[in-house]
């Protein structure tokens, strides 16, 4: 199962990963792709998200507190930037259009899946290192560059939102996050990190993350 270069780290997680194909192509991904996904659903999804991604923008923002290295602080700052004001921008154009405003969006209960997601990435920087919430975060990053970059093209009702995760803009970020994370285990683990037990850790801590984004589009299912 090929995927985009985005290092070595993500290919061997990825391959490693039980749920990562009921992620990338999930029924969710797959109606986005087609354009008809319910537009219920994906305004409750991007509800969701925009909740997520503030979470989300916090742990890259407690990545670049326990950064090794100047290049590790700025590749994470980097990425809270995008989030902030690339990512989340989108959101709330899209739900403006939709006639939710800024403060309804503020106002959104975030759904179980969403906590577990979200609190399981920040426990991870919490309680553990930089390598742990880079392995709890990839997924999210990386998996949504793989979607975009899959999905590209096809246009429809949904090619804004998979224009962001698929132009060169994203493509390029995933690429800096994918080299941050070799960078960062080669810095604290060696040139043998594959083969490391604590590797083999941050495997399954990047499986369960996948799992719980394959949980994020079945909320976006189930939830309008």
């Known amino acids: 199962m090929s995927g985009p270069e985005y290092g070595r780290a993500f290919a061997l997680w990825r391959a490693a990963a039980p749920a990562w194909q009921d992620y990338t192509h999930h029924a969710f991904v797959e109606g986005l792709g087609r354009g008809d996904l319910p537009r219920a659903n994906f305004l409750h999804y991007l509800r969701q998200d925009y909740v997520f991604l503030i979470h989300f923008a916090r742990a890259w923002a407690l990545a670049a507190a326990k950064a090794d290295t100047l290049a590790e602080l700025q590749a994470a700052s980097a990425t809270v930037q995008a989030l902030v004001h690339v990512e989340m921008p989108l959101h709330v154009q899209i739900c403006a259009d939709a006639g939710i405003d800024a403060a309804m969006l503020e106002a959104t209960e975030e759904a179980p899946a969403n906590l577990a997601y979200t ?3 920040l426990e991870a920087g919490y309680s553990g290192d930089f390598l742990d919430l880079l392995a709890a975060l990839a997924p999210c990053v990386l998996g949504y560059g793989e979607i975009g970059a899959r999905l590209a093209g096809r246009g ?3 090619a804004d939102w998979i224009e962001t995760y ?3 803009e994203y493509q390029a970020l995933c690429r ?3 080299a ?3 960078g ?3 810095h604290r683990l060696g040139p043998d990190w594959a083969g490391m037990p604590r ?3 941050l495997t399954q801590r990047f499986a369960t993350a996948t799992r719980l984004e394959a949980g994020f589009w079945q909320m976006g ?3 309008a």
Do not use: S
């Open 199 to 201: 590797f083999a850790r």
């Open 156 to 158: 429809g009702a949904y």
């Open 166 to 168: 698929g132009g060169p």
């Open 184 to 186: 960062a285990l080669l």
């Open 180 to 182: 941050l994370i070799d």
């Open 119 to 121: 609190r399981y990435v």
């Open 221 to 223: 299912l189930d939830g």
């Open 176 to 178: 800096d996050v994918g």
